[in-house]
């Protein structure tokens, strides 16, 4: 098996702070912009929260607060930095089983009004583990910025059942994991495009069936 993903891996480190980037100001693909720090410094995670899809824009969202998955007991003890996943180290929302496709919720990435779009989904559970210092895990791919700013890592989302113009894979998807100290419970935040679609075949991660209508 392959990585079709570039430079797929996790990155374990303690959010500080974000933006989040609303349609006004980056109509075509907006992104929150999360910090987090780790042994070697301030990093930053790019999520998206809109689709640059012209037909679907949206994001199909999943929210686990009482995560209980084996792939926590591997992550767990991990020091902060970034590293490398190879073959089935990877995270794959399929066949870890971690999502249920039919509770996915199917949100814009801006509407006017509380409660109604990605960003009021995403904002309280990013600010809850930042005010109680949880250790965060970032599956995606690692970038480095080329004009000097810092270098973090982005598709913190499905990476597989893409349009044939994107990189599929499996075993190498995206998500957000949260471990809370205080009291000892993980939550986890799944991401997929409303365009993506699923099952996907063997290891090319090529979809076959609409993820959501």
């Known amino acids: 098996m392959t990585n079709d993903i570039k430079n797929y891996g996790l990155w374990v480190g ?3 702070d974000f933006t989040a980037e609303r349609s006004n100001i980056n109509s075509k693909s907006p992104h929150i912009q999360l910090h987090f ?3 070697n410094g301030q990093h930053r995670a790019a999520i998206n929260v809109k ?3 012209r037909h679907d824009s949206r994001l199909v969202y999943w929210l686990n607060r009482t995560l209980q998955h084996s792939i926590t007991d591997k992550i767990k003890d991990l020091g902060t930095g970034f590293q490398l996943l190879q073959d089935e180290d990877g995270l794959d929302y399929i066949r870890h089983e971690l999502v249920k496709i039919a509770d996915g919720l ?3 990435s801006d509407a006017p009004g509380p409660n109604n779009d990605i960003i009021d989904e995403l904002t309280p559970i990013l600010q809850d583990g ?9 599956f995606g791919s690692q970038f480095n910025d080329d004009n000097g700013g810092e270098d973090g890592i982005h598709d913190v989302h499905m990476n597989q059942g893409s349009l044939p113009r994107y990189e599929n894979g499996v075993f190498q998807d995206g998500g957000l994991f949260l471990y809370f100290e205080d009291d000892g419970h993980w939550e986890g935040v ?3 495009f409303a365009s993506q679609k699923v099952p996907t075949y063997d290891d090319t991660g090529k979809p076959s069936m609409e993820l959501r209508s």
């Open 51 to 53: 689709s640059t899809d």
């Open 190 to 192: 799944f991401l997929a």
């Open 37 to 39: 720090q780790d042994d």
């Open 106 to 108: 199917v949100l814009p």
């Open 14 to 16: 303690k959010p500080t």
């Open 130 to 138: 930042i005010d109680r210092k949880a250790t965060i895990y970032i």
